[in-house]
């Protein structure tokens, strides 16, 4: 989820060369530079990889981020945006989640392998077919097909030299893998939204201390985990279904929004989240999230509200 991991390839943006001052380690492409990935560079990466992939044991989940908006399979793929069916039209990188027991069971692993060594085997494989890197996941450094002086951020390269040009593709391995995609999903179509993805995460963890007919921070949630669980072993209180965790954000969704009828609809952005809350932003539970949006300077808190204030005395400098 970061468009910065194929550095020890020698391969990443023209970013550090225009930095100033200038950092102690100027780092320049010399193998290729990363570029934007396009919904037509996603669907041409997504065949490519997927027959790969199938034989490893896993076709992945392509829905998670801005890139995986433009899969079919999304949540809120075709929904309403600027254009198409997202309002996202370039992605900095490609995110796959693979499910960690769909590989063991293909490729006849021991039942009881740590993820990280699954991960070793995962990368074994690939750097068989791609140049690739692995920093904590498997990060594939795709070929584009062409030259580029220009990375993902829209700079030159000084030089005025072409370099290969690469997509970022990084493919996460955990147990659940496809169920723990889903909670990455998110709802693009809010118009001029001044929220992001890891917004959406902030309110969600706002919300999950003070679930109703629970003790304060009874439950914690674990966003790349793709899980709701209980924060102390020792506590007897259960979810509605008996479980002391729960993965599907389905049943989630009417945990923490103490409604029956919520689903993961109702979690795709932070404005669907508002509007399934009462009160929305002036929601109690909602006090940390508030706190945190302030002192980030969201202008989207509400007018004339005490972190309202806050946020535009930090923007004037008063």
Known sequence: ????????????????????????????????????????????????????????????????????????EHRFHGKAGSKGPSPKQVSGDIDVFLDTDRIKKKLKLDATMPEEQVRDVIFDYIKEHFEATKITHVHVAFPAGINSVVDDKG????????????YQVDLFSTEAGHEVARHHEHDYSAKDSPYKGVDQQMAMSSLVNTIPGYPDRTWQYHGFGGMLKRRDANNTALLPNGKP?????????????????ASHDDLGNVESMLAALPSGIDNPRLAQFRADMAKKAVPALKEGSADWFKAMRQITGI
């Open 245 to 261: 965790q729960e993965r599907n954000i389905d049943e989630i969704a009417k945990i923490i929004l103490s409604n029956p009828q």
């Open 155 to 166: 700079r030159k390269n000084p030089t005025g030299e072409e370099l290969p040009a690469f």
């Open 1 to 72: 989820m970061s468009n910065h991991a194929l550095k020890n390839l020698g391969i990443g943006t023209f970013e550090d060369l225009y930095k100033t001052p200038p950092p102690k380690k100027i780092f320049t492409p010399t193998n290729g530079v990363t570029i934007n990935a396009n919904p037509k560079a996603f669907a041409q990466v997504k065949a490519s990889l997927v027959p790969i992939l199938t034989a490893l044991g896993d076709a992945g989940r392509w829905t998670t981020g801005s890139s995986g908006s433009w899969d079919e």
